[in-house]
């Protein structure tokens, strides 16, 4: 009896705890998401109200108003708010070079793993050592000299020198990712193959890359999350062509009328894909947060 | 499943086995095709750049100043003024003020929580990948909904006021509360991380230590004393080498969140060398100080990497 | 199996998304030669990019950035040799741009092709001009701007006050707000340390205490900023602080209109160029008037406003500046006056339909004329970056003020002996 009121107690002390770690990781998130469906002066308002249709009316205007575009005219036809159509722009651009770069930086990356894996390279160590430490380098230190490089071949502003910055910012992980997975592939399935005919080049297309896909998928995500997330570069060398929607959410602020409302629609489009992609790589995100140091 | 079809589809299609194409291919050019591209890129966008800053580190040159003239070489005068400098040691004592407080909260506070979902029980799938989403979000997002969640009349303050009737909080703007603030954010956007690796080193734990410790009517802290910390401790300490790294290199999430401020109270060493290069562009100086982050990063590393070493000796 | 197939697709989806969206990238047609225009993120801004539309020689893209990153991102787009065609700068930048060659001079083109007689001569010094007093000019007076108080006509008049008439008389009243029921709050403004906000906000109440940022003859700063009327028009601020909404120390923009839209306070202090933000019934449902900024021992205004100007690196220089006089032009001009903007031309600040065009334009020539600038020599960032950092903590009450004017002093004067060991430069 004793033993059963203990469980029950556990019990509920364990959800609870639970609980309140949920509030706590959950609760931004569903603030943001619950400002995105109020009017601005419900946005505003200073008594927070969290359940729509109980508690305010909600609207899709700020979904309108970033996806559509146009914006509110006063009497004297001044914008009194923001046109934030630009937003548009910037999600195709941000898909643009997320897809462009993953693409890249998957199939370079893989390449590399596999004649990392498979083939015996001087040094190999070292060159695997090589590769993580420019993970590990602080972005900071290399933006003057990269800012000064794509300055001199004029390749700020362009499509083509983001994708290729952000496929070497992937490169590395998506090396040690991929290195790993094949370390796990038996030799044999090649070498059967090659026994039986095929040549190197027809064995990787025809055996290793099908049995590697899932890993290059997983390995995709997380790259493409990169490249969709990253700010400090593309504010620096992207203006007018090829900017993305990090440095255009930084950049709604501060206009002289609060645009939460906006603003928390413009998240909320920008982080969904983000939360779809989480969901599915959820079995590879152990690996994937590592850099595959830690394998499950 | 996966065995038996990749041999099944090699023996079917090899039948008729063909005359292997690309066979003057051979592995050795196998290999240099596969490698030199991402090679070209890590050396032209990685190598290339360090070499040059290195070099500009020991000049005076200003991108904005000095565009059209060649550098002039002043030794060590950067590094010599940098380290002489009250300002650059305050920078790394406001990031160490930041890095250490924030990982250890978070190895503590993700260990807790591993704890709490190293069962099973209904609904722990989900639970567990909802936890996972924060550490995947954009920093700038992160930040910007923090912020907005921190105003001085925010949601935040409306709890501080009408639940604890305290005075409110000024989150961003008090010097004693603003590098706490970033600390928050940290740890709500990073603990999931520091989680799923202890979840994965906890559920590497044999049970039948457990059994054999329950046979012996151990304490529960004898059980985690003897038998958890030790089974998990080198994960964890790979789980803190990453998040001290990337702790150290906190920019984005600074910048927006307190830009700074108030003061310089929450000028963490890359928001410093980010205005020195492209606020003031006084670009070797910047350039020197980006050395000496990185001389800090790799000393950091070293230690970290020798601990983990004395660790798995122990063993 | 199932999960690996599923993955499968979610690599070819991402495959095909960005070879689509490659496609689908609009062929824009190249007869028209693309121009493009830098300014910060506020209504004027929002005003030009709608106002460029009808510009049919060239497509022109204007783009607002925040007020923080302003600076930097038009000095780094230098830096690189490229960015914005036409640049609007800062008055305060122009010493720095012009002392890197940045900006093409355009002293004799204005003569050639704008009314040159008619602009503003304040604002032409100040925009255009460097140095102070050489007549080359560099910028064209795009937006002429300065501060206004804005303030709630029906709490005023439940309180039987009129605007104030000095700083002390404001400050008087906006603890008569505070500590009252007819309103929450008395005064706010951008005490932030982000651009030159908290700066702008803070110099003038300096200026019209009769104290003064440096010696400009002698480039002094030590002993006259941190003298007794600056500890002053510190401890005058903190009075203001505590009378503003919560969190007042970290107010920008935003949550300066803010404190006037939300109804929480009875008078705000912003520049002209965001008055749009209070004539707009629904943002701003409030019964709003504007006065001129009040003096004390003397009545100065913090000068805002700037010019806009040619970029040395621009491949469409000659574009750019058929852009620069379309804007000019008296139809343009006429728009941009009735349409919430403030020309730098005086027939234009004259005429009816700039008057008319809100109701906070007929004090804009009154308060033009009390306008006055800071430091707008190269070192400029470096000055404001010390001043900002310790003002702003003095005014929250962080810091001790004299301590806080002594550390700016010192560094200030450092950074100006470093730069001029000399002494000022000459002529």
Known sequence: MTAQRQTLIQKIGFWFTLGLVIFFFMFPLYWIFVSSIKTRAEVISRVPTYIPFVQFQPTLDNYSAILVGGARESETGVRTSADLSEFRNRLVNSVIIAGASTALAVSLGTLTAYAISRFRIPAESDLMFFILSTRMLPPVVVLIPIFLLF???????????????????NLPFVVWMMKGFF???????????????????????????????????????????????????????????????????????????????????????????????????????LRGVTFGAVRR | MA??????????????????????????????????????????????????????????????????????WIGTQNYADLLMNRRTWERFV???QFVVPSVTIELVLGFGIAMLLNRKFNGRGVIMTMLLIPMMLSPIVVALFWRFMMQGEGVLNYYVVNLFGSDPVLWLTDRWVAPWSLVLVDVWMWTPFMMLISLAGLSAVPKYLYEAAAVDRASGWFRFRHITLPMVAPLLLIAVIFRTMDAYKLFDQALVLTGGGPGRFTQTASLYLYDLAFGQFRTGEASALGYIMLIVIIALANLF??????????? | MQKSKFLTK??????????????????VAQDKPNLSIVWFAWPPCDLLSSIVTEYEAANVSVSCVPIGQWRDQIFADFAAQGGADAPILDSQFMGEAVAGDHLVELTDW????????????????????????????????????????????????????????????????????????LIEYGFATHWLNDGDLVQTAWNHVLWSFGGDLWDADTYTVEGVLNSETGVRAIEFAKELVATAPVGAAGFGFDETVGAMCNGSTAMIEIWYGFGPAFTDPEGCPYEIAFAVVPGEDAHYISLGGMGISVSRYSPNQEAALDLVAWLQSDEVQLEWAARGGFPGRTSILASDSFLNAAPYNPSFNEAFALVRDFWNIPEYAQLLDVQGEYLSLAISGQM?????????????QEILDNAYPDGPPQG
């Not at chain 1, 362009?158 to 496929?167: D, E, N, W």
């Not at chain 3, 001790?400 to 200030?412: C, H, S």
């Open chain 2, 94 to 96: 406001v990031t160490g």
């Open chain 2, 305 to 315: 990497i020798r601990a983990l070493n004395s660790i798995k000796a122990t063993e």
């Open chain 3, 10 to 27: 979610v690599l070819l989806v991402l495959l095909i998304i960005s070879v689509l969206s490659g496609a689908l990238i609009p062929a």
């Open chain 2, 3 to 72: 065995d038996s079809q990749v041999a099944g589809r090699s023996i079917t299609e090899l039948k008729d086995p063909l005359r292997p194409r690309f066979s003057w291919f051979t592995d050795r050019w196998i290999a240099i095709s596969f490698l030199t591209p991402t090679m070209a890129l890590l050396v032209f966008i990685t190598v290339f750049p360090l070499v040059w800053s290195l070099y500009l580190s020991f000049t005076d040159w200003s991108v904005i100043r000095d565009a059209n003239t060649a550098p002039t």
């Open chain 3, 400 to 412: 001790d003020a004299q301590e806080a004017l002594d550390e700016i002093a010192a560094e200030q």
């Open chain 3, 110 to 181: 204005m003569q050639d092709n704008l009314p040159y007689d008619d602009y503003n001569q304040v604002a032409l010094s100040y925009y255009a001009e460097v140095p102070q007093g050489s007549g080359r000019l560099y910028s064209v007076p795009m937006m002429t701007d300065t501060r206004m108080l804005v303030y709630r006509a029906d709490v005023f008049e439940a309180a039987g006050f009129e605007p104030p008439q000095s700083w002390s008389e404001l400050l008087e009243q906006a603890q008569f707000f505070r500590d009252s029921d």
């Open chain 1, 183 to 285: 370390d796990e592939i038996p030799v044999e399935y090649e070498e059967a193959a090659m026994i039986d005919g095929y040549s190197r080049l027809e064995a990787i297309w025809k055996i290793v890359i099908p049995e590697a896909i899932p890993a290059m998928a997983a390995t995709a995500v997380f790259s493409a999350i990169v490249a969709w997330n990253e700010f400090v570069f593309v504010n620096l060398l992207n203006r007018t062509n090829a900017n993305t929607v990090p440095p255009y959410l930084n950049s709604i602020i501060g206009v002289g009328a609060v645009e939460w409302g906006r603003l928390a629609a413009g998240s909320v489009v920008f982080v969904i894909p983000i939360v779809i992609f989480t969901f599915l790589v959820r079995n590879y995100l």
């Open chain 1, 151 to 169: 300055s001199n071949l004029q390749l700020r502003d362009s499509y083509f020198g983001i994708v290729m910055l952000y496929t070497t910012v």
